[in-house]
């Protein structure tokens, strides 16, 4: 062929497959009537209904990159989320000041909205002891909301406030249960402590607080102090839910410490060591810190008690120097078993430092021939190796143990979710467990229920309660029957075994 012809034919073929293509993008045409059809008409049926989109079963996969075919795609119509806003006479928002909150039914079986604040309080008997029955029992919670802190524009609550939410939306759902079978009535106040002793006076100076039988709060412990220093002599309780503070006001028998001391802790924990673990050594373990040797003095007449022996040899006491490169536990690994008491809370790294080294000298016994016993901080600890654990045999106290297996637990979790739409933090199983278990006490003993503690133990969802007095004999008494109540404190602690990469109660 020329090169003129060439050329000819070349154009030629370009402009048939132009031609052709345009054809591609033409609408389609119903052979039958004629009718060209959009991209919006072919999505329809015979009878016009909307036909879903194709979907593909071909998609891509982050994790590997890689495009993969899905046999089963979905096609059924995806669900629609619609928001409704919940009105604030169902949830009411917490305000800045403290209000009331409607309780269980009164005697007479009737249930109202009114504010029952107001409700009078009448004495309706009188129990052996010399407790006054009432018809109802004003209770306060005094609890750091910190609703100063919140201005409404924040996306989250401050996180020092979920604490006091956790609390008391447990004791929400006991005060509903309670509704039913109280055998009284309770006109409930809610104070926002707001973390200081400024906002403390006002509240106790308030008259709903001077009219209450029971304060259930707060946090910090000047603010405890500072609430328990307000009941003492009248007839109020303070149920201080949180701090373990063995120094929050003396000779008051109107305060009840739900959290057990530090030197309760350290006493259970030599308890449950001198009579399970059968060693035929206990040492105790301090780091170089002066202020750790002087908790030692706890467990030494804790061993004394066990014994009783007053006069028995101490248990061995052992500082060590876990900056030391040369540093070894070998020497203290004789007999049939050892168990070492470390009561630090305040240096992870050193308890890690520990750990490491005893599970290096007893790797070879897979630590059959050895227990730790440590504090609650243990719990939360993240840089400690879980091997570590496991191969010492740690135990550790702890005044909460919420078990998830437990169904009165799994229950508490179900209505609680579908009451907050949240799941409950170990808080509000403990504001659930405190206000059920007083409340009750003091309509069944009456405004001195304090005193009715002991004799009525019970086993709840976060821990046991195991009330005592604890005694202070005052300086010059000659003998014990002179001593005075100081407070009331639970002294159950629960032990918890790290075992299988969990720790499980064993108490």
Known sequence: MSGNKLSIFVVLALLLVFVSSCELFKPAVDPGTGRTTSTDDSRRGQDGEDLDPVQSRRVYDPVTGTFVYIANAPTDKMDTLRWTTVSENRNPPIVEEGGNDYQPTDPN?????????????????TTPEGSRLLSGYNVDFVLPFLTDRYLGSEDKVDANSLWSLHFYSGAKLALDDMRNNAKASYNVNVQDSRANEAKIRTITASPEFTQSQIVIGAYLKSNVSALAETVRGKETVLISPYSASGSISQNNPNYV?????????????????YKTQGADRIVLVTGMDPN????????????????????VEPLEEVQVDMNDANTSLEDYMTGRKTVFIVPIYEDESFVANFLRVLYSDTREDFGQNVAVYGLPQWVDFTRINFDYYEGTNVHVSSS????????????????????YAALPEDEAYVGYDVTRYFLRMAAEHGTRFQYAL???????????????PVAIVPSGATNFEQAAVDRFE????????????????VN
């Open 109 to 125: 079986g009737t249930n109202t909205n009114e504010n029952l604040g107001t409700r009078p309080v009448t004495q309706v008997g």
């Open 490 to 505: 639970n002294k159950f602690v629960n032990i918890l075994r790290f075992q299988n990469y969990a720790f499980k109660r």
């Open 454 to 468: 002991e004799a009525n133990p019970e086993d709840l969802m976060h821990t046991r309660f195991r009330f005592q």
């Open 400 to 419: 909460v143990f919420i078990d998830k297996l437990n169904p009165a637990v799994r229950e508490f979790r179900r209505r609680f979710f579908e009451r």
């Open 257 to 273: 410490q739900v959290n057990p001391t530090l030197e309760t802790h350290m006493r259970s924990l030599l308890q449950h060591a």
């Open 292 to 311: 750790q040797k002087a908790r030692l003095g706890y467990l030494q007449d804790e061993y004394k008690i066990l014994t009783g022996n007053a006069q």
